[in-house]
């Protein structure tokens, strides 16, 4: 779970640099330090390890006779003792110092740590609790030599499913997953604990190949231990305010000053106990970090005091929000959006799900009793509307529908439910046939309605199954006025020219407001996708990003996942792999959302499982694997359709079989009519493994679409391709920077594993060294995606290590330099050979020199 920062953490000690590893309770501190200290001893390092214990806090040198030294009787003072450890640390080898728990450490034993690290250069590691306040003591520890600073933060997502894979031996589904992360707030400790004892409450039941939540909680009385340990340094008045908020439940911050202190308050917040976020009323609302705290003092036992409390904050709910506050402008830049979404990248994800959450369940929960007062349409499609992107409650919403009047309602009302009925037929799998004769039977009913009826056909037609072969509606005449309908007409129209891949004509039918609109999310959404699908990447990623953030802001879930959808494709285009990811971890977060906006969901699964297809070590689990399997190969918009995942994820280690499989799946996306899909899935294949078959389809495609910002890219594949080196040297020493640039060096690196694993040792050569040269004149701070040659089979460190002197020295040469046999040597040439498909040691040392992701 923390190979990175362990990796970091053994570089800076190499380097005679301390580091402090700060985290909240649970982080996983503790946890790298022993992972730390084994990969150490491994090397012959003498680790000299300290603990710091809450209960010998107060007893004096407790923590640093743990270290066992030999001390003479009647020289148990404070520089005896560091004389002692500091001639341990002067024996020869290297030493290091840790020191866990550095807040529980007694003075005695700081005192002592002082007069050590002022005699010897030892590194130290030392733990302690983010938000610590350190004493003079603690400081006159850390504040000697060198040090550098690891901030452990709340795990997201995929590592959340990760950690449940080791916990209960097989993966978590996506609505658990989701789950465990909201309640823990990215906390691993408190993650594995909720899994753990869930699993032993019987709260978690294994499904297939995957556990599921069998109730609607987590919450068991097994958790009380830990609770009360994560708890047990608080005053008795910051236990009393936790619990009050427990009660109020997610309230505004000037509520909660009413009947908690304000440095109370403030004392949660420094201890990450409490969480402070903006609301939709641009004021501040706060709740209790992580969520799972707040089920602990909810608990049943604990009913009595809450009666008691509740007299103490009656009536504060009343209270008026606070004033809006002016939101200052900036200028809409790329520089400037990715720069807000990585200071995002340091909060709680889980904390805003949670948010999200209540305000989808009190939002469902409020338009639910009233449709139950009052059947009539408006109530029921105000109820209907929140299932579009929150959470789904089939059976309530198939009781909307069946028992909603519709005499004398709203004809939008009636036509908006009538179309979720539609998505609801789908959501159980009925499929488009039986959607779209529920929606004639309502035009025969409802003749005045045929043509929005038509159009909605047309969008669940296009979007589930394959597009018409003419457009319905109609192209548009960039001559005619303004369409008189409602907007759905232009809607369905930009929705279709989308999936066609017709990104001028997509952006024309939205051009203009939205306040017709019968579903307003729509059309950002076709214009954020149009702009990327036009090659106009910046443009798209910063109307994207700023959607997201208002869609945040709003508490929006079906913006927030439409609106990263369109981000991610931007992200992933430029080579933004650990933004993308985080911005598919917050939506992951949320759980799976309403049946609109679930193959989005989907999608973005399938995309993140994309880059770890390509890794030198794939793992065993994959977070793509939470994407539902029951779904055709193609779809409308990119991985929505599994194909390309399935397509990259088997990937056969020849080129040849790899073309005929990617040609083949362009071209039933082609048939389909989602030409956006083909293009894409054309684009990634070229890319990764450059040939002829998919090239032509990708020059092809885009012709037919008019677009032409991809011509410098198309240029130096079609080079590429043929084997004509003098006119790519050409191309690459005269190609103009422009949103491709990321892909050209994919393609480059693509081609040059192609050919190796053909046996082409001077198109290798040349290959390599136009790869050389692009990188060089373009250098980029982002890992370039590219298959490993030798996934299934990957090589051993030891074997990576001969393959990289393979290509300029000889066996001898790398036996004296490794320290091992040339025999040895010779053996593991031979396997490295085996394994990647390489045809020379040459061949074998471009390969694994080039195409080896960043280690």
Not at 87 to 103: E, I, N, P, R
Not at 169 to 181: H, K, N, V
Request: hydrophobic share 45%.
């Amino acid at each position: 779970m923390f190979d990175s920062e362990v990796q970091r953490i053994l570089d800076f000690v190499a380097r005679g640099i301390g580091v402090r590893v700060v985290g909240a309770p649970g982080s996983g501190k503790s946890t790298v330090v022993r992972t730390v200290i084994s990969n150490l001893e491994k090397t012959g390092v003498d680790v000299h390890f300290i603990a710091g214990l809450r209960t010998h806090r107060a007893l004096p040198y407790s923590a640093i006779k743990g270290l066992g030294l030999e001390l003479r009787p009647g020289r148990g003072g404070v520089f005896d003792i560091a004389d002692v450890l500091a001639s341990q640390l002067a024996k020869a080898g290297k030493h290091v110092l840790v020191v866990d728990d550095l807040h529980l450490v007694d003075n005695e034993s700081l005192a002592v740590l002082e007069a050590v690290r002022r005699r010897s250069d030892c590194p130290m590691i030392a733990t302690a609790p983010k938000t610590l306040a350190y004493s003079r003591g603690q400081l006159a520890v850390l504040n000697s030599g060198r040090e550098a600073l690891l901030q452990l933060d709340p795990l997201h997502y995929e590592q959340v499913n990760t950690l449940l894979a080791q916990v209960l031996g097989a993966p978590a589904d996506a609505e658990t997953t989701a789950r465990i992360l909201t309640k823990s707030a990215g906390n691993p400790r408190l993650i594995a604990r909720i899994a753990e004892t869930a699993s032993l409450s019987e709260l978690l039941v294994m499904k297939g190949r995957q556990w599921h939540m069998a109730a609607e909680t987590l919450w068991n009385e097994h958790l009380s231990g830990t609770l009360e340990a994560l708890l047990a340094e608080l005053p008795p008045e910051e236990f009393e305010a936790l619990h009050i908020m427990a009660i109020l439940g997610t309230a505004r911050v000037d509520v909660l000053q009413r009947v908690v202190q304000p440095d109370v308050l403030e004392s949660l917040e420094r201890r990450e106990f409490l969480s402070v976020l903006d609301d939709q009323h641009n004021g501040t609302i706060a709740a209790i970090s992580p969520p799972v705290i707040a089920d602990y003092f909810r608990r049943e036992k604990m009913l009595r005091d809450r009666h008691l409390l509740r007299s103490k904050i009656a009536g504060l709910l009343e209270a008026p929000a606070q004033t809006a506050h002016s939101k200052t402008s900036t200028s809409d830049n790329l520089p400037r959006a990715l720069s807000s979404l990585r200071m995002e990248k340091g909060d709680d994800d889980a904390i805003t799900a949670r948010h999200i959450h209540e305000h989808n369940a009190a939002k469902e929960r409020l338009r639910f009793e009233r449709w139950e007062s009052n059947k009539t349409a408006s109530n029921a499609a105000a109820l209907l509307r929140v299932y579009w992107g929150a959470p789904v409650n089939v059976t309530r919403a198939a009781r909307v529908c069946a028992e909603t009047a519709t005499t004398g309602g709203d004809p939008a009302d009636l036509l908006f439910i009538t179309i979720t009925r539609a998505m609801l037929a789908i959501h159980r799998g009925e499929g488009p046939a039986a959607t779209v004769a529920l929606l004639r039977s309502f035009a025969e009913e409802n003749p005045q309605q045929a043509e929005e009826v038509e159009n909605a056909i047309t969008f669940i037609s296009a979007s589930h199954g394959r597009l018409p072969a003419q457009a319905n509606p109609p192209s548009i005449d960039p001559n005619a006025g303004p369409s008189p309908s409602s907007g759905m007409t232009d809607l369905v129209r930009g929705l279709l020219e989308l999936y066609r891949f017709q990104p001028a004509a997509a952006l024309q039918s939205v051009d203009g407001d939205d306040e017709d609109d019968a579903f307003p999310q729509l059309r950002p959404f076709i214009r954020g996708f149009a702009l990327f699908a036009a090659g106009r990447i910046e443009e798209s990623l910063v109307f994207a990003l700023d959607w997201r953030a208002e869609a945040k802001r709003k508490l929006d879930q079906f913006g927030v996942i439409t609106s990263s959808y369109v981000a991610v494709h931007g992200l992933l285009y430029r080579g933004h792999f650990e933004e993308a990811e985080y911005l598919m971890s917050s939506v992951f977060a949320m759980g799976r959302p309403g049946f609109v906006v679930d193959s989005l969901y989907d999608a973005m699964l399938r995309l993140a499982g994309l880059r770890h297809t390509t890794t030198a070590l794939p793992p065993a689990l994959s977070i793509a694997a939470q994407a539902r399997t029951e779904v055709a190969d193609v779809g409308p918009l990119p991985g929505i359709g599994k194909g390309a995942y399935q397509l990259i994820a088997h990937n056969s280690a020849h080129p040849a079989t790899f073309d005929r499989k990617a040609a083949a799946l362009v071209k039933r996306q082609l048939k389909s009519g989602y030409v956006l899909e083909a293009v894409m899935t054309a684009l990634l294949c070229t890319c990764l493994c450059p040939g002829r078959p998919v090239l032509d389809l990708l020059q092809k495609a885009l012709r037919g679409s008019g677009v032409t910002v991809h011509d410098q890219l198309l240029a130096i594949a079609g080079a590429v391709v043929e084997g004509d080196h003098q006119l790519l040297g050409l191309l690459l020493k005269h190609y103009q920077p422009d949103g491709d640039t990321y892909q050209v060096g994919m393609l480059l690196r693509g081609a040059l594993r192609r050919h190796v694993i053909d046996g082409d040792s001077a198109a290798a050569d040349a290959m390599a060294q136009a790869s050389s040269m692009f990188a060089a004149r373009f250098p980029s701070a982002n890992e370039q995606l590219s298959f490993n040659s030798f996934r299934s089979t990957p090589l051993t460190e030891r074997e990576i290590e001969v393959a990289i002197l393979a290509g300029h020295r000889t066996n001898v040469e790398i036996g004296e330099h490794l320290g091992i046999s040339a025999r040895t040597v010779e053996n593991h040439i031979s396997n490295a050979l085996r394994k990647t498909g390489a045809t020379s040691r040459s061949s074998l040392f471009m390969l694994v020199g080039n195409s080896l992701p960043p280690r």
